[in-house]
């Protein structure tokens, strides 16, 4: 099976061609190849494939040609991957199977329009972010408030007055099960500027990554609503990098380096 690898503010995946759907991409398989001693390692696994091939998206057809089928390292699905939807769009571009100019990718989540910066950066319209209230996250003993968003994906994003270098993510932080049945990505972040924060994030079923996409727009939601505000650009600070999102009245975007790193032939099997 062929492979590629690639990565957006070092939040990385390996990124599997597999056009006419006939890998039996299973669980099993996703933990071994994202397993970063005995497999390739990753965040999560990336399988391309035609939208036309998969009934779960059969309704985005007509909008997009390409299923982006993300799974998270521990192989469960997921809906959504903001960092993983703009490196599935630099594969597409450099295969030569998508117009730099502009075009969508189908996911879990909704169509997502991408769209190639000047500089190279890519761009996803991450569509209209929707915000539930508030609930707590605990880490260490200490309970922080967040917002939840709702961004394909499930988010808690708490705004914090430790410093986010001080955290200890090694374990899962506590969320209330209740408001969040099928688990939470949860950011922690301290603004550091009249439109700049400083994040860090534990994802559901990937564990703290240097990076999160979705969770950089959550954050810049939240972070825009304490200052009483529902729009504006944001600079998000990661622990790979650096995003920008911009939020306005019906959208948001999600910008950044994409990159792709390697290639070969992969040997795991179930």
């Known amino acids: 099976m062929r492979f590629l690898k ?18 039996d991409l299973t669980a099993g398989l996703v933990a071994r190849i994202c397993d970063r001693r005995a497999g390739i390692g990753a965040d999560g696994v990336l399988r391309v ?6 009934p779960e998206v059969a309704h985005q057809v007509a909008a997009a040609e390409w299923f982006m089928d993300y799974r998270n390292s521990d192989g469960s699905m997921g809906e959504m991957c903001g960092n993983g939807v703009r490196v599935f769009a630099r594969y597409l571009i450099d295969a030569g199977l998508a117009d730099p100019q502009g075009f969508a990718v189908a996911t879990r989540g909704g169509v997502r329009r991408i769209h190639v910066e000047p500089n190279g ?10 915000v539930h209230g508030e609930s707590v996250a605990g880490v260490g003993g200490h309970e922080y408030t967040g917002i939840h968003v709702n961004m394909g994906n499930p988010h808690l ?8 270098v001080q955290l200890d993510l ?3 932080p506590a969320f209330d099960t209740g408001v969040f ?3 939470v990505n949860i950011e922690f972040f301290n603004p550091v500027g009249v439109t700049r924060v400083v994040m860090r994030v534990y994802e559901r ?5 240097r990076s999160c996409g979705t969770g950089a727009v959550a954050t810049a939601v939240a972070a825009a609503a304490l200052s009483g505000d529902t729009t504006g650009t944001w600079t998000v600070e990661v622990l790979g990098g650096r995003l920008t999102v911009i939020l306005d009245e019906d959208t948001s975007y999600l910008s950044g ?14």
Request: proline content about 12%; aromatic content about 2%; some cysteine.
């Open 49 to 54: 494939v035609r939208t036309k091939q998969c």
């Open 121 to 130: 950066d890519i761009t996803a319209d991450m569509g209209k972010p929707v």
């Open 6 to 23: 690639g990565h957006g503010t070092e939040n990385d995946f390996v990124i599997l061609p597999d056009p006419d759907g006939e890998v």
């Open 170 to 172: 090694s374990h899962p």
């Open 181 to 183: 049945p099928a688990g």
């Open 205 to 209: 079923g990937s564990g703290e990554t």
């Open 257 to 270: 380096p994409a990159v792709l790193v390697a290639s070969g032939d992969l040997m795991l099997a179930e």
């Open 157 to 164: 994003a708490c705004p914090i007055g430790d410093p986010v």
